[in-house]
């Protein structure tokens, strides 16, 4: 299963294709691999990775504007355009006008994933945790995870963990914040003069890597900026790329190198090679995690049986899956934050489970360390390739040292798990015997009762099982909470 996983942004480059007709291959230059990795590399994000990218709609905001203005086009910069509609037809109208564009993009599936196929590239790239951007509508904040910071006052959290996106333009979110006309733009460039927002804009262009995507390097209040860094830190400045499938003549100018691909494109390149120095969990695996939840939904729900027979300790595999299912659950609701997209992250999880679950045995507390062993190996599964995966335990098998070890080492389970090296009651044997909801339950008894028979050297593990069915009204099941208290 595992391999390359097509998205929108991974297709291979085909002249004349919709989708792919601009995916020009290009060689990612070592100074971002190493800005992404030392988390240096900004993202300034334009129009042209967003609502305005060319195909998505019949005509751009500024062409439909300007339609309702006149008959022929009369080729006055954006802020004129819109300054002249507001008035002519009122402020409200068009932000009303703007508005709908944007709620209209998530009413067809298939526009929402072209419309934010960089978005979603970039989610799953954690150590991508600022961006700029000059758009005004959330796909940052729906698709990728981030959190916005709009008006000065957002800045008091600047520290908050997570990734950040500021908007310049302001935001759909907060209406009266959009900049969109000249009047609007001027009272903009006044403001980052002496505002938070333009403290921070001028630190990153003056200190990061910047990379710009879908822009068309032509606003005025980010080239007023721009150009005074310029000039103050010469030959001193950091470097900077623009991206984008289109020629443009002014990145030398602004001392930008060009790379001429899709925004989203280049994204899953930069990926690529954050995987080959082991900085990037494949987002195969995130897919992958996805997919198998239902299964294991399902084999949770045909486990209830095993409750029926005190010899199979069917609580603790209860447990068990519950931790699975928590932890392979949280994968997909953390995707686009990009938690569990760089190694060291998951591995940081991995030992502090470790640790946990050590303790959990040595307390006694079974039902806990059977959620917590759940938890731990439906976390690593991340780290491992399919062969290893699908060698993941099924039900609680009481294999891993750790339950029966006088001196216990949490790090057996974190760094050398036992389950690749002693495979047992798979999910691989599950998958390839439980073709039915008969023969599902059968082949999840036997393999927990003859679990069970091993788990009966380790002191209390009977007394507990037979202690938390006593405790079950009728028609209840046990269920471990997410929460674990006292461990």
């Known amino acids: ?113 072209r419309t934010t196929a960089f978005h979603q590239e970039l989610a799953t790239i954690a150590q991508l945790d600022a961006i700029f951007t000059t758009n005004w509508d959330d796909f940052f904040e729906r698709f990728a995870g981030a959190r916005p910071f709009v008006l000065d006052e957002d800045f008091a959290f600047f520290d908050t ?104 494109h280049f994204l899953h390149l930069l990926k690529s090679q954050l995987e080959q120095v082991g900085e990037h969990v494949p987002d195969e695996r995130l897919e992958r995690a996805a997919w198998v939840h239902p299964l294991l939904i399902a084999a949770h729900s045909a486990s209830e049986s095993m409750l029926e027979d005190a010899n199979s300790f069917g609580c603790f595999t209860q447990s068990y899956q519950d931790g699975l299912l928590a932890a ?63 060698k993941i335990p099924i039900v609680q098998t009481f294999s891993s040292p750790t339950w029966r070890a006088r001196t216990r080492d949490p790090h057996l389970d974190a760094d050398s798990p036992w389950w690749i090296a002693s495979p047992t009651a798979t999910l691989r044997d599950y998958l390839a015997t439980a073709r039915t909801q008969e023969s599902a339950i059968a082949w999840l008894a036997d393999n927990a009762i003859s679990a069970a028979g091993r788990a009966r050297r380790t002191p209390g593990l009977s007394t507990q099982n037979r202690e938390l069915l006593a405790s079950l009204r009728p028609g209840q099941v046990p269920q471990h909470t997410e929460f674990l208290d006292g461990i």
């Open 1 to 113: 299963m595992e391999g390359h996983l097509a998205t929108l942004a991974s297709t291979e480059f085909h002249q004349g294709c919709a989708v792919c007709g601009t995916h020009f291959p290009v060689d990612i230059p070592t100074e971002i691999v190493a800005a992404a990795r030392s988390r240096n590399l900004v993202v300034f994000a334009g129009a042209g990775i967003s609502t305005e990218a060319p195909g998505l709609f019949p005509e751009t905001f500024y062409e439909e504007i300007e339609a309702r203005l006149r008959d022929e086009p009369s080729g006055d910069p954006f802020p004129t355009v819109m300054q002249e509609f507001e008035y002519a037809n009122g402020r409200r109208e068009l932000i009303r006008t703007l508005t709908e564009r944007i709620d209209y993009i998530s009413t067809f599936r298939s526009l929402q994933n």
């Open 161 to 264: 963990p997570g990734r950040r996106v500021m908007k310049v333009h302001g935001s759909i979110s907060n209406l009266s914040t959009i900049v969109a006309t000249t009047n609007d733009y001027a009272r903009r460039e006044a403001d980052l003069r002496e505002s938070i927002m333009g403290a921070k804009l001028r630190e990153f262009l003056s200190t990061k890597t910047l990379l710009f995507v879908g822009y068309s390097l032509s606003d005025s209040d980010f080239l007023s900026v721009y150009r005074s860094v310029i000039e103050r830190m010469g030959a001193f400045r950091a470097p900077g790329f623009v991206v984008t499938p289109l020629d443009t003549g002014s990145a030398k100018e602004l001392g930008l190198t060009h790379l001429k691909t899709d925004g989203g």
């Open 328 to 390: 392979l659950g949280r994968v997909g609701l953390l995707r686009p934050s990009g938690t569990y997209s760089e190694p060291r992250a998951v591995e940081g999880i991995v030992h502090s489970y470790s640790h946990l679950f050590e303790k959990a045995v040595g307390l006694r507390r079974y039902f806990d360390a059977s959620y917590i062993e759940g938890y731990l190996i439906g976390t690593r599964s991340l780290l491992l390739d399919d062969d290893d995966f699908f």
